[in-house]
């Protein structure tokens, strides 16, 4: 699988890079202890950081980040980017615009609130029969926006930029937004849908999971150890 990023030429060298996930995993994980004690069981358990699932959607795909700062001061959005008038027609300059609150009308993602709208400065291409699927940074609860999710067939429509919309959802929020925060994590995914299947377990199936879930609770760090699949690193 190939993802193939392009730019407008005059825009190249200005702007920051789609990334790696794994790359920006967030310091609040890098600097939680691997273990916590619990009032409930008494004593240490280990906490999310030793939880593979948890980490590795986290890790997944990539990231597009934020291409300049952006400063946020009693609800209003400003920056300072000093970058050439791109030679393509039609291509935004500005890192952000706005839906109005109309086009969310009974969303409850929205809650009667215009969306902001961080815009491309990337094309993105997919291979045949891949789409891409965008939304919210995993686990990423400390950004004050809430991207919406988006699913589009980046193998056909590649050519124009994918604009990401987000909710502002901490009006509280004043200081700046920086320079290469993610603001969506994009995964390339298959576009034909799976066979559902449905089966009763077997006898081999019952013994298969009266197995993993003893040896689960026996000891830690088992589907680390044992089910856990080496990943790839992306290249470039």
């Known amino acids: 699988m190939r993802m193939i990023f392009r730019c407008d030429p005059k825009l190249t060298g200005h702007l920051v890079q789609p990334f790696p996930a794994r790359s920006a995993l ?17 004593r240490d358990i280990r906490t999310v950081k030793q939880c593979p699932p948890f980490v590795d959607a986290m890790a997944y795909g990539v990231m597009i980040p934020l291409p300049c700062d952006v400063r946020i001061e009693s609800g209003e959005f400003s920056w300072d980017w000093d970058i050439p008038e791109p030679s393509t027609a039609g291509h935004p300059r500005a890192p952000l615009s706005f839906h109005p609150a109309a ?10 609130r215009s969306a902001i709208k961080f815009n491309s400065f990337w094309t993105i291409e997919l291979e045949p029969g891949w789409s891409l699927f965008a939304t919210h940074p995993v686990n990423r609860d400390d950004l004050p926006f809430r991207l919406v999710s988006g699913l589009v067939d980046a193998d056909r429509f590649h050519d124009g930029g994918i604009n990401f919309p987000a909710v502002w959802i901490k009006p509280e929020f004043s200081g700046v937004l920086a320079k290469g925060t993610p603001i969506a994590q994009c995964f390339a995914v298959p576009r034909q849908a799976p066979e559902l299947a449905f089966e009763p377990f077997d006898e081999a199936h019952q013994q298969s999971y009266a197995k993993v879930v003893a040896d689960v609770l026996a000891a830690p760090n088992v589907y680390r150890k044992q089910f856990r699949a080496k990943r790839g690193r992306l290249t470039r």
Do not use: K, V
């Open 26 to 42: 967030p310091d609040w994980l890098r600097a939680m202890p691997a273990t916590a004690h619990s009032d409930i069981h008494g």
């Open 103 to 112: 086009q969310f009308a009974a969303a409850p993602l929205a809650n009667g």
